[in-house]
């Protein structure tokens, strides 16, 4: 019995000793330590959000996007500006107070959300400069038959290579030729394959191994733009050079260009 009476009165010690402890904590005080600590899990949430911004900026992979490169190091620059930290305690009721009031009055919620957005801008970005970096040919062919207009693809061997490039230095990895019917029908009366109506019959995708290489290519095609051997419109996406046949209208070769990067583009 006398233990749990021993017991009881130190249990009892302990609870006086809180409250006296709590009881001598100004309200001041109290507000300016919960201030601090909802501040504290405000900078965690916002060094979150910087952190999976900055693993997409470490890493070896690029967005198809460059600008958002730049504007992904603006954004972590103006969020970390934008962190406030917890000062130490002022000195006098009113001091802490107003301490306390401007901590609480922390708002990361629109920095954090431009922060989740370009996050999830690149991302997507990421994703799509995968799918036009040297990609498979039989992925491409699959993507453009999808494509309204077009009619056909064919890939091209070392056999029947109109350009001779294939898998030669610097030259493209796979060539696809493709049959759009928006070009003049005259242009298909022939009993030919795509590869032997060449871009005229709707275009033709090279593909290559890096971004230099199709960059060289678009700026090779592109000292014969004006000219009498212009081929029509052309454009670079990833490491694929789009060329799109001077038979079609103007407008038709600009809508088709937009198509096909669409098309190679599309998340999986």
């Known amino acids: 019995m006398k233990s749990i009476t021993k017991m009881l009165k130190g249990t009892l010690a302990v609870i006086l000793l809180l409250c006296v402890t709590a009881c001598g904590k100004s309200q001041a005080k109290i507000d300016f330590e919960e201030a601090v600590t909802a501040l504290e ?32 190091v603006e954004m972590m620059k103006n969020a970390e500006g934008a962190k406030v930290l917890p000062p130490e305690m002022g000195k006098g009721e009113e001091v802490i107070g107003k301490q306390a009031s401007e901590l609480n009055a922390v708002d990361y919620s629109t920095v954090i959300t431009e922060l989740k957005k370009l996050t999830e801008e690149m991302t997507t970005s990421i994703q799509q400069c995968k799918l036009v970096t040297n990609p498979p040919v039989e992925q491409v062919i ?24 294939l898998n030669k230095p610097g030259g493209y990895t796979s060539a696809i030729f493709f049959e759009c019917d928006l070009v003049p029908a005259k242009i298909h009366l022939s009993n030919t394959s795509a590869i032997e109506k060449g871009t005229s019959g709707g275009g033709c ?17 592109s000292s014969f733009d004006g000219r009498i051997f212009a081929a029509g419109k052309h454009a670079v996406i990833g490491t694929v050079v789009i060329r799109i046949s001077g038979e ?21």
Do not use: F, H
């Not at 910087?50 to 958002?68: F, G």
């Not at 699959?142 to 490039?165: F, Q, S, Y």
């Not at 995708?205 to 095609?221: F, H, K, M, V």
């Not at 079609?248 to 999986?268: G, V």
């Open 41 to 72: 899990a405000k900078n965690q949430e916002l060094d979150s959000a910087i952190s999976d911004l900055w693993v997409l900026l470490e890493s070896e992979d690029r967005p198809l996007d460059p600008t958002l490169l730049e504007r992904s």
């Open 248 to 268: 079609m209208k103007e407008q038709d070769q600009e809508l088709m260009i937009q198509r096909l990067i669409e098309a190679l583009t599309a998340p999986e």
């Open 205 to 221: 995708l090279e593909i290559y191994a890096t971004t230099e290489d199709a960059e060289s290519r678009n700026a090779y095609i």
């Open 142 to 165: 699959k993507r453009i038959l999808n494509v309204e207009n077009i009619t056909n693809a064919e890939a091209v061997t070392e056999g029947n290579d109109p350009n001779g490039m």
